[in-house]
């Protein structure tokens, strides 16, 4: 009964905060249009809620204890959860707070390569067929062949810039961890609502990770793709604080 409160209290929290933010995006862009400087001054709040969020939900994957599935599956739950934690630390506090014309790039960076480290662990987590296994899934194969790639893109100079490796190198480690989560319904060690939540989260992971390089890479030298990238932007966290928020809750068995 005390979980099932906390866990309620957590999730009451995070959406209202959500609908604050969410709301707030919109009025923003409505008065700056796609003007950056207007949006970056007027957008503090949005920034600080976002990333009370994350931390609110890494807080509700380390309240799990007693109500785990598996001691091992909560450890790959809280861990990922500190890896996503540090991620949007760098999006929403380094890059906004700390962020100057020269490192804004390598705060992005970094956050990146967080969410291929957060990734990695839930592809290992989806893959598991009891708590005893310690196979090596091979589909981590292709994001590990992805870093390869591109350590000799740079080494070669084919490739300068740090942001784009690390985002070629995430892309692949997406989408091997949204087929591996898709296949937990069928894998039989997750019990079936754990699994579809599994699903959904990676689901809409991958759809807000997909606007988020929209955002990202869409142009600032003409106005429509300026209008494109901040409509992206103000769409991500739509799809990402119920994937966030469903990802922790699969760590939690329900009943007992």
Same mark, same amino acid.
């Given at each position: 009964?005390?979980?099932?409160? /906390?866990? !309620?209290? =957590? $999730?009451? #929290?995070?959406? *209202?905060? &959500?609908?604050?933010?969410?709301?707030?995006?919109? +009025?923003?862009?409505?008065?700056?249009?796609?003007?950056?400087?207007?949006?970056?001054?007027?957008?503090?709040?949005?920034?600080?809620?976002?990333?009370?969020?994350?931390?609110?939900?890494?807080?509700?994957?380390?309240?799990?204890?007693?109500?785990?599935?598996?001691?091992?599956?909560?450890?790959? /739950?809280? !861990?990922? =959860? $500190?890896? #996503?934690?540090? *991620?949007? &630390?760098?999006?929403?506090?380094?890059?906004?707070? +700390?962020?100057?014309?020269?490192?804004?790039?390598?705060?992005?960076?970094?956050?990146?390569?967080?969410?291929?480290?957060?990734?990695?662990?839930?592809?290992?987590?989806?893959?598991?067929?009891?708590?005893?296994?310690?196979?090596?899934?091979?589909?981590?194969?292709?994001?590990?062949?992805?870093?390869?790639?591109?350590? =000799?893109?740079?080494?070669?100079?084919?490739?300068?810039?740090?942001?784009?490796?690390?985002?070629?190198?995430?892309?692949?480690?997406?989408?091997?961890?949204?087929?591996?989560?898709?296949?937990?319904?069928?894998?039989?060690?997750?019990?079936?609502?754990?699994?579809?939540?599994?699903?959904?989260?990676?689901?809409?992971?991958?759809?807000?990770?997909?606007?988020?390089?929209?955002?990202?890479?869409?142009?600032?030298?003409?106005?429509?793709?300026?209008?494109?990238?901040?409509?992206?932007?103000?769409?991500?966290?739509?799809?990402?604080?119920?994937?966030?928020?469903?990802?922790?809750?699969?760590?939690?068995?329900?009943?007992?």
């Amino acid at each position: 009964m005390v979980y099932s409160k /906390v866990v !309620s209290l =957590f $999730v009451a #929290i995070i959406a *209202a905060l &959500f609908v604050t933010f969410f709301a707030r995006d919109w +009025f923003v862009l409505h008065q700056c249009g796609a003007v950056q400087s207007c949006l970056d001054s007027t957008s503090d709040y949005q920034n600080i809620t976002k990333f009370i969020v994350t931390f609110l939900t890494t807080l509700l994957a380390f309240f799990i204890g007693k109500r785990k599935i598996a001691s091992r599956d909560r450890f790959f /739950v809280q !861990s990922a =959860f $500190v890896m #996503i934690l540090c *991620a949007d &630390f760098c999006f929403k506090i380094l890059y906004n707070y +700390f962020g100057t014309v020269e490192n804004r790039e390598n705060f992005i960076s970094l956050g990146i390569c967080f969410f291929f480290v957060a990734q990695m662990i839930f592809i290992y987590r989806h893959t598991r067929t009891s708590d005893d296994d310690w196979s090596f899934p091979w589909i981590c194969c292709i994001p590990l062949a992805a870093i390869i790639a591109m350590v =000799f893109l740079a080494y070669f100079q084919v490739l300068e810039s740090l942001m784009l490796m690390a985002a070629l190198a995430y892309a692949p480690t997406l989408l091997c961890s949204l087929i591996v989560a898709c296949k937990t319904t069928g894998v039989g060690f997750f019990p079936k609502n754990n699994a579809w939540l599994i699903m959904l989260g990676m689901v809409l992971f991958s759809c807000c990770d997909i606007l988020t390089g929209i955002s990202l890479l869409t142009g600032a030298d003409h106005s429509t793709m300026e209008v494109l990238a901040s409509v992206s932007n103000n769409f991500i966290w739509l799809f990402y604080v119920p994937a966030i928020v469903s990802l922790a809750l699969s760590g939690y068995r329900r009943g007992g």
